[in-house]
């Protein structure tokens, strides 16, 4: 026997951790039909009959305004899910059952649940859940998603009320044609309802100290700020033991791999593939694969705890400018340190539309790599004074492509009947649970990992079969000949067919820059090292500052670091943002845009640096 049920509810109202607990590896990760949002479908089996668990997109309303709403509201009207399990947040009680009085007018079965009951009495908050189940007339659970001892009561409810469902017995609120009336009009139902349900005793809310500090104009955007800096040290912590077991796989393999073919007989090509090729190709996504763990479990944390709204308060008003929710600061700002951080911390977003429209903005932050690349390269041709305004000019026009990603996409990801002015309700600080962040972080670190290793390594092997030579002399590469053939055309955007071949190599990894630069002004790598081993081949600035200097013209060096910080960020923020969006078409309109605005800003900055140097 089966069944089937979907869990509904909002955004951080604990839904993807009920749904994790009660199917846990059982899940399958989709999109819904005709669209890019994520379709999560799971199953659990209670007394030998197979529960077939549906997790809705989270929303705050049923209204069909975004995606996310439509395709929940056209799933519960369709009857596939014969119970409808309604998720509410009890320490939010008012807010929450917004959702509840939109459902009631579909007329469907349901049980409700009182997510995060601990946190609702540590606040003195009470709840009669009998009077409540009486005045709905569906069951109504007390539950604590964290605790696995409520789980078994979960199962035995939903079990009994797919044998005997239960609806909505309280007429649905009124429907009016305006949308304020008709808002007023849910409220004033939820108001009814909760009459005489909920008390609240005398209790003293220990954060408000912090709170009156984190609503502060000035003050609130820097402690902001800070904690998400910290968070990002702290996720590059928990991914040093990754990165370590990452670099050292192609010292591991290298050789012993090298020597086992050669001692077959294989051919060279072959050889460098599964030597030098693969072994880096895993490095990279075990890299990656940490920093994702990092990453989630500190704003698994923030989220967790009500930081993220906080931030959300602060930067939303400066964000909308941009199309953007105020939680989209955690991201940009994670961003500084990896792209692939960013790309991942549009998470706390609330829909697809503002998690890609997020992930687009979030690439032209530049990353740390980029931070340690730029004033190399500018302390070879310029002053000290010249290298800071280099990164200034970088910094504005940072800004100017952040405003030109958000006009050209904000309309189609984030329609203007999608948006909404921002009226918050700053949530009860929370404990953090521990087990589910680790569990969660490890998950989707898992998940990432396998995704991302089979798109890295088809990415990798185009780059090598481009980047190989069996002497190792990069004249001899086909990428040389390609770079050589366009060189006409690169010259015009301020590149030679060397500093072009850099630029190429920093679509692969940023690390890689120097190391290609050292290969191709030097020849001091072959390029295959330059690209696959960039943490380890040597690069001397003065020599290479020196080669550089009498061979390009310093235009040609700043076009050069234009160009370089403005490119797609690198393949492994490429794959993330892929994993994460679910949408191969968004993905490559942005990385076209990328690379079209980083050779835009290199031919206006070499042409116009020309007349000037």
């Not at 808002?183 to 408000?208: C, P």
């Not at 500084?336 to 992930?359: E, F, P, S, Y």
């Amino acid at each position: 026997m089966t069944g089937s049920i979907a869990l509904l509810g909002q955004p951080n109202s604990g839904k993807s951790t009920i749904y994790n607990n009660l199917t846990g590896s059982r899940q399958h990760v989709g999109n819904w039909a005709g669209k890019t949002v994520e379709k999560n479908e799971g199953s659990f089996t209670y007394n030998g009959t197979k529960y077939i668990v549906t997790d809705l997109p989270g929303s705050y309303g049923l209204s069909g305004n975004s995606d996310e709403e439509i395709i929940t509201t056209d799933f519960i009207r369709s009857g596939q899910s014969e119970l409808t399990v309604v998720l509410v947040d009890a320490s939010q009680l008012e807010r929450s059952m917004f959702m509840l009085a939109e459902f009631a007018r579909m007329d469907k079965p349901a049980m409700l649940i009182l997510n995060m009951m601990d946190v609702t009495e540590g606040m003195g908050k009470e709840i009669d859940t009998k009077a409540l189940e009486k005045k709905l007339g569906i069951p109504v659970l007390p539950f604590n998603a964290t605790d696995t001892k409520d789980y078994d009561k979960l199962k035995k409810l939903i079990a009994e009320e797919m044998k005997a469902p239960h609806k909505l017995k309280i007429a649905a609120p009124a429907e009016k044609a305006d949308v304020k009336a008709d808002s007023k009009e849910k409220f004033k139902w939820v108001s009814e309802i909760l009459e005489n349900v909920t008390r609240t005793k005398d209790a003293i809310y220990k954060m408000s100290k912090f709170d009156r500090l984190m609503t502060r104009p000035v003050l609130g955007k820097v402690i902001c700020i800070a904690v998400v800096l910290l968070a990002f040290v702290v996720a590059m912590l928990f991914m040093m033991p990754f990165s370590g077991v990452g670099q050292m796989i192609p010292t591991l393999l290298h050789d012993p791999i090298e020597k086992l073919l050669t001692s077959w007989n294989v051919h060279p090509w072959i050889i460098s593939i599964f030597s030098m090729m693969m072994p880096n190709t895993l490095s990279f996504t075990l890299s990656m694969a940490g920093f994702v763990f990092g990453v989630n479990i500190v704003f698994g944390f923030l989220e967790e705890t009500g930081f993220i709204a906080r931030a959300a308060y602060q930067f939303d008003g400066l964000l909308s400018k941009l199309g953007l929710q105020g939680k989209a600061i955690c991201p940009m700002l994670m961003g500084c340190g990896c792209t692939i951080g960013g790309a991942c911390g549009t998470r706390v977003m609330d829909n697809w539309g503002q998690r890609m429209l997020a992930m687009s903005i979030v690439w032209a932050v530049p990353c740390a790599s980029i931070w340690s690349i730029i004033p190399v390269i500018s302390g070879m041709f310029f002053s000290w004074w010249q290298t800071l305004l280099v990164c200034v000019g970088i910094l504005v026009y940072v800004v100017i492509t952040m405003v030109v990603v958000s006009k050209l996409f904000c309309k189609k990801l984030v329609p203007n009947d999608t948006k909404s002015g921002m009226i918050m309700e700053l949530p009860p600080y929370h404990k953090a649970h521990w087990k589910h962040i680790f569990k969660e972080a490890a998950y989707k670190a898992w998940d990432i990992f396998r995704r991302a290793l089979g798109t890295v390594t088809l990415v990798s092997v185009i780059f090598y079969v481009l980047s190989f030579s069996s002497d190792g002399n990069v004249n001899n590469s086909l990428i040389y000949r390609v770079g050589t053939f366009i060189e006409p055309v690169t010259k015009f955007f301020g590149m030679g067919w060397q500093t072009f071949m850099a630029f190429c190599s920093g679509a692969f990894a940023k690390e890689a820059v120097l190391g290609t630069l050292n290969a191709v002004f030097m020849g001091n790598n072959s390029l295959m090292e330059a690209t696959f081993f960039s943490q380890a081949t040597s690069t001397d600035a003065a020599l290479l500052g020196s080669a550089m200097t009498q061979m390009i013209s310093p235009a040609e060096a700043l076009a050069f670091m234009f160009a370089t910080t403005f490119n797609i960020p690198c393949i492994m923020a490429l794959s993330t943002t892929y994993k994460e969006s679910h949408s191969l078409k968004w993905t490559v309109r942005v990385a076209l845009f990328y690379i079209c605005n980083a050779l835009i800003v290199s031919c206006v900055v070499y042409h116009v640096a020309d007349l000037f140097m």
